[in-house]
C-alpha cells in the first residue's frame, strides 16, 4: 500500500472535484449533525467549562465541524482547522466569516500524516468523516494522543463500523431492501462481477478531473498508468466500505478511555435515500434496539488519561 499516494490522490480528489464535501455527502447532514450537537453541548457547557478552550478539527473540510460547535463556543476559545486540501481550507474560511461566528480561529494545511500543531494544545480533538481517507489509521491516532491535552477529548464521528457488514442479519435485511428499493440493483451487481458486459464497467477518465488527477499522479510518479473513476475512489475511501471495529480503534488509543459510543444508520444507503419512509424509519429504530452496537455509522467520544499510564 503506498500512502503517499493515498494521500496524494485525497489530496488532488477534493482540490479538483470542485464538490462542497458535505453536499456530496448528505447523510452526515442528516445522521451526525445532531448528534455532534448534543456532544458538543455536553463537552463545552458541562465538562470543559473554563475559557481560552482549543479545539483542533483534523480534516476540517470547508467547515462543518466548527460550525457545527459554533454556539457553545465564545471569543476566548480557540479553533485550529487542519486539511491536506487547500481549497477547502479557503472555502472553510469563507464559510465561517459569512456564519459570524465568534470564537478565534487558524487554518493549517497538513500533510494528511502529521498535523502541523503543537504537543499537547488541545482541550478537543475531533475528526468527521476523515479517518476512513486515511492509509495508515495507528500512525494517525498517535498524532492524535501527541496532540491532546492530558485529560483531553477525542471526537471520533461519522466513520463506518465494521460490525454491521460482519451482522448478517443486518447485512442481508439491507441487501433485500436495496434490491426492492433500486431496480437496477442486481444489474449492477452481476456487471460489477463481470457477468455482464456494459457500458457501466470501470469507464477511465470519465470526466475532465478525474483526466486531470492522473496527467498529475503520472507526473510525479506515483503511477504509471491512469486510474478509473472506480479505482481512484477506492484510493481516496481506502477504509470505506470494511470500516472499523471499535475495539481496534480502542488499542490504537491506549492512552485514552472511551466514555461514549453511539451506532447509527442501521440500514446503510436505504435509510439514506429513503429516511422519509415511515417503513424505513421504523425497521431502522427497530433494528438500532435489537443491535445497539452494529449500526453502519458510529460516533465516539474519549478522554486521554491524565496520567500516561495505559488502561
Same mark, same amino acid.
Given at each position: 500500500?503506498?500512502?503517499?499516494?493515498?494521500?496524494?490522490?485525497?489530496?488532488?480528489?477534493?482540490?479538483?472535484?470542485?464538490?462542497?464535501?458535505?453536499?456530496?455527502?448528505?447523510?452526515?447532514?442528516?445522521?451526525?449533525?445532531?448528534?455532534?450537537?448534543?456532544?458538543?453541548?455536553?463537552?463545552?457547557?458541562?465538562?470543559?467549562?473554563?475559557?481560552?478552550?482549543?479545539?483542533?478539527?483534523?480534516?476540517?473540510?470547508?467547515?462543518?465541524?466548527?460550525?457545527?460547535?459554533?454556539?457553545?463556543?465564545?471569543?476566548?476559545?480557540?479553533?485550529?482547522?487542519?486539511?491536506?486540501?487547500?481549497?477547502?481550507?479557503?472555502?472553510?474560511?469563507?464559510?465561517?466569516?459569512?456564519?459570524?461566528?465568534?470564537?478565534?480561529?487558524?487554518?493549517?494545511?497538513?500533510?494528511?500524516?502529521?498535523?502541523?500543531?503543537?504537543?499537547?494544545?488541545?482541550?478537543?480533538?475531533?475528526?468527521?468523516?476523515?479517518?476512513?481517507?486515511?492509509?495508515?489509521?495507528?500512525?494517525?491516532?498517535?498524532?492524535?494522543?501527541?496532540?491532546?491535552?492530558?485529560?483531553?477529548?477525542?471526537?471520533?464521528?461519522?466513520?463506518?463500523?465494521?460490525?454491521?457488514?460482519?451482522?448478517?442479519?443486518?447485512?442481508?435485511?439491507?441487501?433485500?431492501?436495496?434490491?426492492?428499493?433500486?431496480?437496477?440493483?442486481?444489474?449492477?451487481?452481476?456487471?460489477?462481477?463481470?457477468?455482464?458486459?456494459?457500458?457501466?464497467?470501470?469507464?477511465?477518465?470519465?470526466?475532465? !478531473? &478525474?483526466?486531470? #488527477?492522473?496527467? +498529475?499522479?503520472?507526473?510525479?510518479?506515483?503511477? /504509471?498508468?491512469? *486510474?478509473?473513476?472506480? @479505482?481512484?475512489?477506492?484510493?481516496?475511501?481506502?477504509?470505506?466500505?470494511?470500516?472499523?471495529?471499535?475495539?481496534?480503534?480502542?488499542?490504537?488509543?491506549?492512552?485514552?478511555?472511551?466514555?461514549?459510543?453511539?451506532?447509527?444508520?442501521?440500514?446503510?444507503?436505504?435509510?439514506?435515500?429513503?429516511?422519509?419512509?415511515?417503513?424505513?424509519? !421504523? &425497521?431502522?429504530? #427497530?433494528?438500532? +434496539?435489537?443491535?445497539?452496537?452494529?449500526?453502519? /455509522?458510529?460516533? *465516539?467520544?474519549?478522554? @486521554?488519561?491524565?496520567?500516561?499510564?495505559?488502561?
Amino acid at each position: 500500500m503506498n500512502k503517499k499516494l493515498i494521500a496524494r490522490a485525497n489530496e488532488l480528489y477534493y482540490d479538483l472535484m470542485n464538490g462542497d464535501y458535505e453536499e456530496d455527502h448528505r447523510e452526515i447532514l442528516l445522521l451526525t449533525l445532531s448528534r455532534l450537537k448534543k456532544i458538543s453541548d455536553s463537552l463545552f457547557n458541562h465538562w470543559i467549562k473554563k475559557n481560552n478552550r482549543v479545539v483542533v478539527d483534523i480534516g476540517s473540510g470547508t467547515g462543518f465541524v466548527p460550525l457545527s460547535i459554533a454556539s457553545d463556543l465564545n471569543e476566548n476559545d480557540f479553533v485550529i482547522c487542519t486539511d491536506i486540501y487547500e481549497g477547502m481550507l479557503k472555502k472553510e474560511q469563507e464559510n465561517l466569516e459569512s456564519a459570524g461566528v465568534k470564537f478565534k480561529r487558524t487554518f493549517l494545511k497538513s500533510d494528511g500524516i502529521n498535523y502541523p500543531v503543537a504537543d499537547e494544545v488541545a482541550d478537543v480533538v475531533m475528526a468527521n468523516s476523515m479517518l476512513h481517507h486515511v492509509s495508515d489509521p495507528e500512525a494517525f491516532f498517535k498524532e492524535v494522543s501527541r496532540i491532546a491535552k492530558k485529560g483531553g477529548y477525542f471526537v471520533l464521528s461519522h466513520e463506518p463500523n465494521a460490525k454491521f457488514q460482519n451482522n448478517k442479519v443486518l447485512w442481508t435485511i439491507y441487501r433485500i431492501l436495496y434490491l426492492l428499493y433500486n431496480p437496477r440493483a442486481l444489474f449492477e451487481s452481476l456487471n460489477r462481477r463481470g457477468w455482464l458486459k456494459t457500458k457501466i464497467t470501470e469507464i477511465k477518465n470519465q470526466n475532465e !478531473a &478525474i483526466s486531470e #488527477i492522473n496527467q +498529475i499522479l503520472i507526473k510525479e510518479g506515483f503511477i /504509471s498508468s491512469p *486510474l478509473s473513476e472506480h @479505482k481512484l475512489n477506492m484510493l481516496v475511501e481506502i477504509n470505506s466500505i470494511k470500516g472499523f471495529f471499535i475495539e481496534d480503534i480502542k488499542k490504537m488509543l491506549p492512552l485514552f478511555k472511551l466514555i461514549q459510543i453511539e451506532t447509527y444508520n442501521h440500514l446503510w444507503w436505504i435509510y439514506i435515500n429513503h429516511h422519509r419512509n415511515p417503513f424505513i424509519r !421504523a &425497521i431502522d429504530a #427497530i433494528l438500532k +434496539i435489537i443491535y445497539p452496537y452494529d449500526g453502519k /455509522s458510529m460516533i *465516539l467520544v474519549f478522554q @486521554k488519561n491524565e496520567t500516561n499510564v495505559t488502561k
